[in-house]
């Protein structure tokens, strides 16, 4: 954020505890110190508010890059995020264009219960004039951040508490990472692991599981991008490999995990040497309870079994 | 000019109202806004107001008319217009994309019988349970999946169960499928053998040094043409019928290969370039056809010679076959009917080979090689695809003797005569 | 059935129809000739337009809602007439009368309705969503009080930019109490930025009146004093007054930058959309009472025939005028074109509108 708030004037970072507070899980820390309050702006709890403010700001060339503390509370600003962001362009038959950046927490695993802990990347992907994205490591977060907000529509960007932890190897230069480009994080040849977000690193642990004990080999692709999706890079290591498992934090029904599914048996049916496997969040409101939580959640084991099915 | 005021559509979801009052009368002057009408629609009672000041010139439809969304129902115009045809109503507007009917897409054909995999076979009734994969690595490996057992959950064959079954040339020992396919024996019937050494016979050294002899100073050439079988068994079929009548049980029945011998004698008599030997400084013409041909026997082949085939009858070429047969079967066989052939025929077609080229019989020019007549589907005169018989004969030609225009014309010949075998009575 | 509530506009009907009080003020008086016949054009012509609209509408060409403006354009031409170079509008679904204000042709607002590829959003907004960015003019939204924070963040670009400008946000009485609207009227005061909101009080929230809407009903704009902002109540038949007072708010949003709720009261004589069948909540009387006394084009003309500025041969050319300009808008949206399938999957995002081989953004994002 700092490098984008150096490179263009128009960018402004909005949200609430943003500036003076550093925000609530320390994303802005040191921003507006070095900005001020004009291109680092504290907002009142007031999402439907100052999420509509920075659309209409954007219709005038404004870069708004809003923080929402916990993805969930997009629900209280679901009108502007979908119906104004997503559909100006479209009814407006393309005079005008909303280059947002709406970016926060999206995960549960934090104990927080059932009304903080959403993954709404599907429900918001489902709606064309929007873009998705999903970093699971330091470099595709920086990246893709980076590269949503020099985007000119507007891309959500779904973060997690639980990897703001992860420490990574992050280039001193400018890059971007592309929206629309999954990243192979781990090559192999038996079984292909598609996922997003933290599922991502459950999967790798999962994948070094089944290499150790199993002896199996395993392809973990990380999305980074839920829309636009990488479809082609999903179908080439279906190819590969002949047989596939999804892992997501969503919750099952209509979770990104069953477009990649659709997707998978719709181009690669004959290549397919086995059903395609899901391994989905357990179907129910966030539980509050800690163990049982970590239950609900998909962990490296669960993925372990699963992939064994898919191999059977 | 007149406009005519449809039924209008009054709210989103209306298809039909009734015209339940009407407020003026024709002739009466309106101004927009005066209300003309009271209409029923599935909603409520709406009242309808002009939209276009003038005068009523005529009322269609009467109060109590219900009447679909756009029938008209009344035209407004200036004082004294005629009143327009109400059925003369402009062309609606160009219609969007119609959602269409059908994607044109022609009904879902009968699926193509694929004539390499066979269909998966019923076991217990229930379909062969197969991933799409392996199901595409079985057809590609000419594998019939219904052979295969599956050892992927609930007994479904996946990619793995294919791989297994291709690296054996047999079957896999399994419960299901065939357990052993038999190795086709040998003619003589015994089987496969233990290890011996069997001391070569006279008569096998001899072929032996002959067909080494042949195979290294002859610079062979090969030639094939397919022929039409058709008119030559319908022929064989009507001789030998009549031969029948005639002669009864111990009537002379006449077989393929006498036909080709006595077509290969014409031909030779038309192609005489082809009844020849290479003598080293020159090449010996001969004046006579003296046909050999294979018989196999237990321990080898024997050529047998009809001598003068180019001036003997279809029926006398028949007998001196038969009559050799026999003689070679029984040993018999005189030097003199053994040697002195100018021209070879061995047909293998008794055993299913559609084709093959032999080994020439030194001095001879050429060997004819006749396949089996096999049914298949043929191309017509009319371009139309019929069900038709070929044979596929092949000659091997001494190619400092024969070349390959001759080779093929004797070729064209003997096919000429052996679809038109009648010419061989004349 | 019982009586429908009558509403009661305590400023609005006080005033019998006679000259206006604000004919004087500078803002006014400072008009030409042209200015005035000019003004009154754009207010015939948005009545004309919407009438011609309901013949359209009835033969079944309109497909979907059809909000109109009629009785109402007092507002929008007041209001717009005032504005410059960085003043911005953005309305709420009736907004025909603020499109042709700002300069939106009669042609292309009337194919949009009918769906054509001719229409200023190509066919794929309707009547609700007329948007013409280059005039300031920012849509044209179906969501009641949806645009509120939309504007918000537009006078906030505005202010960003270090421009003289605002954003006039216009909504309906109805629209007040959503949370959306409250939420942008805090952030306004809070963050001193240079809105107008204009709410269009024309008594009705589609059947629903105030009374039996509004926990605080009689004036609307007065909640601005919970936001500790200025407001104001204008009576929307005068537009000689709504340019009045409007000006005032126009001159603190540039100066101050501070925004202001204005209350214009105003009416509508048809339903809520065309879908409304107004009787079940207001008697035709009061209808009629409006368009004799308070017709705001009407006493526009009277006004400036009083002025001499008009006569009554000008004044029947140019309403003949605007409805020849109507009826040609109706035969072209009739022999529009309509948009292809193709056209459904385009205009969805920019980067995929205007790739090039700098793109970043790549992969599947139509789906099938």
């Not at chain 1, 508490?161 to 890059?175: A, H, Q, R, S, W």
């Not at chain 3, 995929?352 to 081989?357: A, T, V």
Request: charged share 25%; net charge neutral; glycine share 8%.
């Amino acid at each position: 954020m700092r490098e984008e708030l150096k490179r263009d004037e128009n960018v402004v970072i909005m949200g609430e505890e943003v500036a003076q507070f550093n925000g609530a899980y320390k994303i802005t820390e040191g921003l507006l110190k070095e900005f001020g309050p004009k291109r680092v702006v504290d907002t009142p709890i007031s999402e439907a508010g100052f999420i509509g403010l920075g659309i209409g700001a954007s219709m005038l060339g404004i870069r708004p890059v809003m923080e929402l503390m916990f993805w969930s509370f997009s629900y209280v600003a679901f009108d502007q995020i979908v119906n104004n962001a997503g559909n100006i362009r479209y009814m407006s038959g393309g005079l005008i264009n909303c280059p947002i950046v709406i970016r926060g927490p999206a995960n549960g695993g934090t104990n927080v219960g059932a009304t903080h802990s959403h993954t709404p990347e599907a429900i918001l992907a489902s709606h064309p004039g929007i873009k998705v994205v999903c970093p699971a490591t330091p470099y595709d977060a920086k990246g893709l951040l980076k590269a949503a907000i020099r985007d000119n529509d507007p891309v959500y960007v779904m973060e997690n508490t639980i990897l703001y932890n992860d420490k990574g190897e992050v280039p001193d230069e400018d890059y971007i990472v592309p929206i629309g480009v999954a990243d192979i994080k781990r090559e192999g040849t038996d079984l292909t692991i598609v996922a997003h977000g933290r599922a991502v690193i459950t999967s790798l642990k999962a994948a070094e599981i089944l290499e150790k004990e199993h002896g199996v080999s395993v392809e973990v692709i990380d999305l980074r991008s839920i829309r636009p999706l990488d479809e082609e890079t999903i179908l080439a290591s279906v190819r590969k490999t002949h047989r596939a498992l999804l892992v997501e934090e969503n919750k099952p029904f209509c979770g990104v995990d069953a477009q990649v599914a659709y997707l998978i048996q719709a181009r690669a049916f004959d290549e397919l040497d086995a059903p395609i496997g899901r391994v989905s969040s357990i179907d129910a409101p966030q539980i509050y309870s800690k163990k049982l939580e970590d239950l609900q959640l998909p962990y490296p084991a669960r993925v372990v079994e699963a992939a064994l099915k898919v191999l059977a | 000019m007149a406009e005519i005021i449809d039924m209008p559509k009054l709210s989103d979801t209306m298809s039909v109202g009734t015209l339940v009052k009407w407020n003026i009368k024709e002739g009466q002057v309106v101004a927009f806004g005066d209300i003309l009408a009271e209409i029923e629609t599935d909603k409520a009672t709406m009242e309808l107001s002009c939209t276009v000041p003038g005068t009523i010139l005529k009322i269609y439809a009467p109060a109590g008319s219900q009447l679909p969304v756009g029938d008209p129902i009344c035209a407004i115009g200036k004082k004294d217009e005629k009143a327009p045809d109400p059925k003369a109503k402009a062309a609606p507007a160009k219609s969007a994309p119609a959602i269409p009917e059908s994607t044109g897409i022609p009904c879902i054909p009968e699926a193509p019988k694929s004539s390499h995999s066979p269909a998966p076979a019923q076991t217990d009734g229930s379909r062969t349970k197969i991933s799409p994969y392996a199901k595409r690595m079985a057809e590609k490996a000419a594998i019939n999946a219904a052979s295969l057992s599956g050892t992927g959950p609930g007994g479904r064959i996946v990619a793995r169960d294919v791989v297994a079954a291709g690296s054996a040339p047999v079957a896999p020992a399994a419960p299901s499928g065939p357990v052993n396919v038999a190795v086709t024996p040998p003619a003589d019937g015994k089987g496969i053998q233990a290890d011996a050494d069997q001391p070569v016979s006279g008569m096998r050294a001899t072929i032996a040094r002959r067909l080494v002899e042949s195979k290294n100073t002859v610079p062979h050439f090969y030639l094939e043409v397919e022929v039409d079988a058709a008119p030559l068994l319908a022929m064989r079929e009507t001789l030998n019928k009549r031969l029948a009548e005639a002669g009864g049980e111990s009537a002379l029945k006449l077989s393929v290969n006498d036909f080709i011998l006595k077509a290969s004698a014409e031909a030779l008599r038309k192609i005489p370039a082809v009844n020849a030997s290479w003598a080293g400084t020159s090449i010996r013409q001969h004046s006579a056809v003296h046909l050999a041909f294979g018989v196999a026997l237990e321990d080898g082949l024997v050529t047998p010679v009809i001598r003068d085939a180019h001036s003997k009858s279809l029926k006398e070429i028949a007998l001196d076959a038969k009559a050799l047969i026999s003689k070679a079967r029984a040993k018999k066989l005189s030097p003199a009917e053994m040697s002195g052939s100018t021209f070879t025929v061995t047909n293998l077609g008794m055993y299913g080979v559609t084709g093959f080229f032999g080994i020439i019989n030194t001095p001879n020019a050429a060997i004819l090689s006749v396949g089996a007549t096999i049914k298949k589907p043929v191309v017509d005169a009319s371009d139309r695809i019929v069900m038709g018989q070929r044979m596929i004969i092949g000659l091997s030609g001494d190619h400092r003797v024969v070349d390959g225009a001759n080779g093929a014309q004797f070729l064209q010949a003997l096919k000429q005569v052996l679809e038109a075998p009648t010419s061989i009575l004349i | 059935m019982a009586k429908p509530a009558v509403i009661t506009h305590p400023e609005s009907l006080k005033n019998p129809a006679g000259p206006s009080e604000y004919s004087k003020h500078p803002v006014n008086s400072s008009l030409t000739k042209e200015a005035k016949i000019a003004l009154y054009t754009k207010m015939a012509r948005i009545r004309h337009f919407e009438q011609r609209c309901i013949r359209v509408y009835q033969q079944g060409k309109i497909g979907g809602f059809l909000h109109l403006y009629v009785g109402q354009e007092a507002v929008a031409a007041g209001t717009i007439s005032l504005l410059g170079k960085h003043d911005h509008i953005i309305t709420g679904y009736r907004d025909h009368g603020h499109g042709l204000m700002v300069g939106m042709g009669m042609k292309e607002c009337m194919a949009e309705l009918t769906g054509k590829v001719t229409g200023c959003s190509k066919g794929k907004g309707g009547s609700m969503h007329y948007f013409a960015p280059d005039k300031n003019y920012w849509g044209g939204h179906g969501i009641v009080g949806g645009q509120a924070p939309l504007g918000t963040g537009l006078a906030y670009a505005v202010k960003y930019r270090g421009e003289k400008g605002s954003c006039f946000t216009y909504m309906g009485d109805g629209a007040v109490n959503q949370g959306a609207v409250h939420e942008a009227y805090n952030l306004a005061a809070l963050w001193d930025l240079p809105v107008v909101f204009v709410v269009e009080n024309n008594g009705y929230s589609m059947g629903t009146s105030q009374e039996r809407s509004t926990a605080h009903p009689g004036c609307l704009a007065k909640r601005a004093e919970g936001y500790n902002m200025a407001w104001d109540v204008i009576n929307g038949h005068d537009v000689y007054e709504v340019r009045a007072k409007t000006a005032a708010a126009l001159k603190r949003a540039h100066e101050e930058s501070k925004p202001t709720v204005l209350e214009i009261f105003t009416y509508r004589y048809f339903g809520h959309s065309m879908a409304d069948p107004d009787k079940t909540y207001r008697d035709k009387e009061e209808i009629k009472e409006y368009r004799d006394k308070k017709d705001p084009v009407f006493l526009f003309e009277k006004e400036l025939l009083a002025e001499k500025v008009l006569t009554p041969e000008l004044v029947e050319s140019i309403n003949a005028a605007a409805m020849e300009e109507a009826d040609a808008a109706a035969a072209f949206a009739d022999e529009s074109p309509e948009p292809t399938q193709a056209d459904i999957t385009k205009h969805i995002y920019w980067e995929e509108d205007n790739r090039s081989k700098n793109s970043t953004s790549s992969g599947t994002i139509i789906f099938e």
